[in-house]
């Protein structure tokens, strides 16, 4: 039987580059069971002291080789972490000196640079695109007309989190409109949206994982019951065709990749914070 193998996402900052990283190159080994950890500031030689002689308890209770995934710029931190006898993988070394090479210029290390505020107007435009998906969720207002774009579907399929992640990223002003009873008893789009067509985005989902999500929400109600879902489900999707509408399964997709490919789909063009 193969053993859980320990994988520690350690940083001196907040160790989310560490882990967006270390998370994808996982991804690419299926069947194998991952014991993941994050160790964020870990930012002086007693910290990382400290980490390295978790890490190597953890590989002695598994009885296999802990891997590290390693955003340190401090090369005697580094270096501390490697006594823990893990596989130490470091995201920069591959590529710090090529760039120093290419660039003619030599790096200057600072803890924390890729997650801090580097960039007040774009941190700003962050926490108002957040504050817009906020108030312009669920249909709370109808006034689109400052929206980047507007996320339309039935209710859980997707749209909040999504407009959430657009704005945190990607500072995009995401709004999101859940089609109701009503709006599914025509074929066309509600009139509240017309005036902002080229702005809509559709999400859909399988019939079967919008019931488990329903069902979870509001156990063994007529809102969770599968023809209650497939039925709300067809009606959204005739709007889809019937206006031409963009849109996207988000049954088997993440967050990113709905984010990513909704931006694609509208022509946005923003660079992810």
């Known amino acids: 039987m193969q053993n859980t193998r320990p994988v520690f996402y350690v940083s001196d900052g907040t160790g989310i580059t560490a882990e967006t990283i270390g998370q994808s190159l996982l991804t690419q080994f299926t069947g194998l069971d991952f014991a993941k950890d994050r160790l964020p500031f870990v930012d002086t030689p007693e910290k990382a002291r400290i980490a390295a002689e978790t890490i190597r308890k953890a590989g002695e209770e598994a009885g296999i080789r802990p891997v590290v995934v390693n955003t340190c710029v401090d090369e005697e931190l580094t270096a501390i972490l490697a006594e823990s006898g893990a596989l130490m993988l470091d995201v920069f070394a591959p590529f710090i000196a090529p760039l120093e090479e290419e660039l003619q210029a030599k790096r200057q290390p600072r803890v924390g640079k890729a997650h801090g ?67 599914l008893e025509s074929d066309r789009l509600p009139p509240r949206l017309r005036p902002y067509r080229n702005k809509l985005f559709g999400l859909t989902i399988d019939a079967d994982r919008l019931q488990q999500i329903r069902q979870e929400r509001r156990p063994n109600s007529r809102y969770a019951q599968l023809d209650t879902v497939k039925r709300e489900l067809a009606a959204a999707d005739a709007i889809f065709r019937n206006e031409r509408i963009p849109v996207l399964s988000t049954t088997h997709a993440s967050i990113e990749e709905i984010a990513s490919r909704v931006l694609e789909e509208l022509g946005i063009n923003r660079e992810m914070f």
């Open 117 to 183: 505020i580097v960039d007040f107007d774009s941190y700003h435009q962050r926490i108002n695109a957040m504050n817009y998906a906020l108030t312009h969720d669920d249909g709370m207002r109808v006034d689109y007309s400052d929206a980047d774009l507007i996320l339309v579907g039935v209710s859980r399929a997707g749209k909040t989190p999504t407009c959430v992640y657009l704005a945190l990223h990607h500072g995009v002003r995401a709004a999101n409109y859940p089609l109701t009873d009503e709006d």
